[in-house]
């Protein structure tokens, strides 16, 4: 009589799990993270074209202006505040929008292309931890930029930032947005030849109708720029240097809703691997 049981799996028999797919625990996420941190941090120090640039144009920048209005006094055209103390904080802010919007969407989508994100997508590193340590980097690299703009700003004769937690939360929110934002524009990015090119589009006009290097007194100017991502960053950054101004919650607010538009258009549009021509 033949048998019907049906035929046992033997261990021998079963497939073995792929090596080194097994996700990691708590402890080794936090672990992969550094290692990510530490990766992001060495790529872009042994890249000196890139770091000078990121630190020396910001420099350069805030430098010019202090020859220029060395010695002033409070005017009227900015806000009762002399040319450097006003240009000092919109010069920082300038160079976190740089540091993580402009740069993180270029350098991801030349990553895409060059195919280095579909292999880091077919290993074990969550990608969760691949984006985190991105955005950590962006914060030591701003953090970096704002403290030498400052720096040069106190040559000058620029008082110190009056509230400095104030500060570092702008700074921290700030990177955060504009991070979510430079991933969500790679995502639409479809080669890295275009990429500098969409970058610049969408930053100038940004950075010129939001004050960053002149005052705007339009009204209407400034209601469209209040809603748009960089004026709120620049009053947020211009309040920390003022007394008794404080944490600015509804511009901090308009950068957090920026910063979540660009990670839902980043969840939705992201790609690992390049797009075909």
Not at 45 to 69: C, D, E, H, K, Y
Not at 72 to 91: A, H, N, V
Not at 114 to 125: E, S
Request: net charge positive; hydrophobic share 50%; proline share 6%.
């Amino acid at each position: 009589m033949t048998s019907t049981l049906p035929p046992t799996t033997t261990a021998a028999g079963r497939r073995a799990p792929r090596a080194g797919r097994e996700r990691p625990d708590e402890r080794g996420s936090l672990a992969l993270l550094a290692h990510q941190i530490r990766y992001e941090q060495l790529s872009f120090w042994r890249n000196p074209q890139s770091m000078v640039f990121t630190f020396v144009l910001p420099i350069v920048i805030i430098s010019v202006f202090g020859a220029v209005f060395a010695g002033s006094e409070g005017q009227d055209f900015f806000f009762g505040l002399s040319g450097l103390e006003y240009y000092t904080p919109t010069i920082a802010a300038v160079s976190v929008l740089g540091a993580c919007y402009g740069q993180l969407a270029i350098v991801l989508a030349m990553r895409r292309q060059t195919g280095v994100l579909k292999r880091l997508h077919a290993t074990p590193l969550p990608a969760w931890v691949y984006f985190a340590g991105l955005l950590v980097h962006c914060v030591v690299v701003s953090v970096v930029d704002v403290a030498l703009v400052i720096g040069v700003g106190r040559l000058y004769g620029v008082p110190w930032p009056a509230q400095w937690a104030v500060l570092a939360l702008t700074l921290v929110l700030g990177a955060a947005s504009f991070c979510a934002l430079g991933v969500g524009v790679a995502s639409l990015i479809r080669n890295s030849e275009a990429a500098p090119a969409v970058v610049q589009f969408i930053q100038f006009p940004l950075v010129f109708i939001s004050g960053s290097y002149f005052p705007i007194h339009s009204g209407t100017m400034n209601t469209i720029a209040g809603v748009l991502p960089v004026k709120p960053f620049n009053d947020a950054m211009l309040a920390a240097f003022a007394h008794g101004a404080g944490v600015q919650w509804k511009e901090l607010a308009v950068l957090a809703a920026w910063g979540v538009v660009g990670a839902l258009i980043a969840v939705r549009s992201f790609r690992w691997d390049p797009r075909p021509e």
